[in-house]
């Protein structure tokens, strides 16, 4: 599997679960905001938490190979291409309709928060189950700030979290850096342009935050 980050809680997640290459691209978000998506993204399946424009933007990812490309933007189970997800209610804290997921291929679980603003319910996170990677905003202001992130960090026990959601150069809307909650949770950082990982190369013995630059 690899995963790497387009900005925001935009980050491409491919792998081949069945036969040929799987691309899946979570959150596109519009320009207005500052950042501009790559011209090359392209992705099997483009998953949205939520219909602001920080993730509606699906019209800038192409269809691979001019196949049909599938969207999914609510709760519910699907596959698609060998990758099964499960979306999750989990409405931000204004009542706003949001939606968590749960990624699985290659034997790999991918917890994908979206732009999450409160804390889980146990409900939520019981329905989220084990992940092994966690992909969650931590940038504060209109998404989870770096002392609520930490604590659902803690809850969830993923073996590698990857931070999303935090101010980079060139974004007009306010987010904190993701330095704080790198303090915040305290534990090892290695810094990749790229997420490259298999089931036998999951962390063992204790949780690393990998921060990606962004692609």
Same mark, same amino acid.
């Given at each position: 599997?690899?995963?790497?980050?387009?900005?925001?809680?935009?980050?491409?997640?491919?792998?081949?679960? #069945?036969?040929? @290459?799987?691309? *899946?691209?979570?959150?596109?978000?519009?320009?207005? =905001?500052?950042?501009?998506?790559? /011209? %090359? $993204?392209?992705?099997?399946?483009?998953?949205?938490?939520?219909?602001?424009?920080?993730?509606?933007?699906?019209?800038?990812?192409?269809?691979?190979?001019?196949?049909?490309?599938?969207?999914?933007?609510?709760?519910?189970?699907?596959?698609?291409?060998?990758?099964?997800?499960?979306?999750?209610?989990?409405?931000?804290?204004?009542?706003?309709?949001?939606?968590?997921?749960?990624?699985?291929?290659?034997?790999?679980?991918?917890?994908?928060?979206?732009?999450?603003?409160?804390?889980? #319910?146990?409900? @939520?996170?019981? *329905?989220?189950?084990?992940?092994?990677?966690?992909? =969650?905003?931590?940038?504060?202001? /209109? %998404? $989870?700030?770096?002392?609520?992130?930490?604590?659902?960090?803690?809850?969830?026990?993923?073996?590698?979290?990857?931070?999303?959601?935090?101010?980079?150069?060139?974004?007009?809307?306010?987010?904190?850096?993701?330095?704080?909650?790198?303090?915040?949770?305290?534990?090892?950082?290695?810094?990749?342009?790229?997420?490259?990982?298999?089931?036998?190369?999951?962390?063992?013995?204790?949780?690393?935050?990998?921060?990606?630059?962004?692609?």
């Amino acid at each position: 599997m690899q995963i790497s980050w387009n900005g925001l809680g935009s980050f491409t997640i491919s792998g081949k679960p #069945t036969q040929g @290459e799987v691309k *899946l691209i979570t959150d596109p978000y519009q320009s207005s =905001l500052g950042l501009k998506l790559s /011209r %090359v $993204l392209s992705a099997d399946l483009v998953v949205s938490s939520h219909d602001g424009e920080m993730a509606n933007n699906i019209a800038a990812i192409a269809s691979p190979d001019n196949k049909k490309q599938f969207h999914i933007h609510h709760a519910g189970e699907y596959e698609v291409s060998g990758i099964f997800v499960t979306g999750i209610e989990a409405k931000l804290a204004n009542g706003d309709q949001h939606t968590i997921y749960k990624f699985e291929l290659e034997d790999i679980a991918v917890g994908f928060l979206g732009a999450i603003d409160r804390e889980l #319910t146990d409900k @939520e996170l019981e *329905l989220l189950g084990a992940v092994d990677i966690l992909l =969650l905003p931590v940038g504060g202001e /209109r %998404v $989870l700030n770096a002392k609520s992130a930490a604590l659902l960090v803690a809850k969830i026990e993923p073996r590698i979290v990857v931070p999303s959601y935090f101010y980079t150069d060139g974004l007009k809307i306010k987010l904190d850096p993701a330095n704080a909650f790198i303090k915040e949770v305290g534990a090892p950082v290695e810094e990749v342009n790229k997420i490259k990982i298999s089931r036998s190369g999951l962390p063992q013995e204790e949780m690393k935050i990998m921060l990606l630059s962004r692609s």
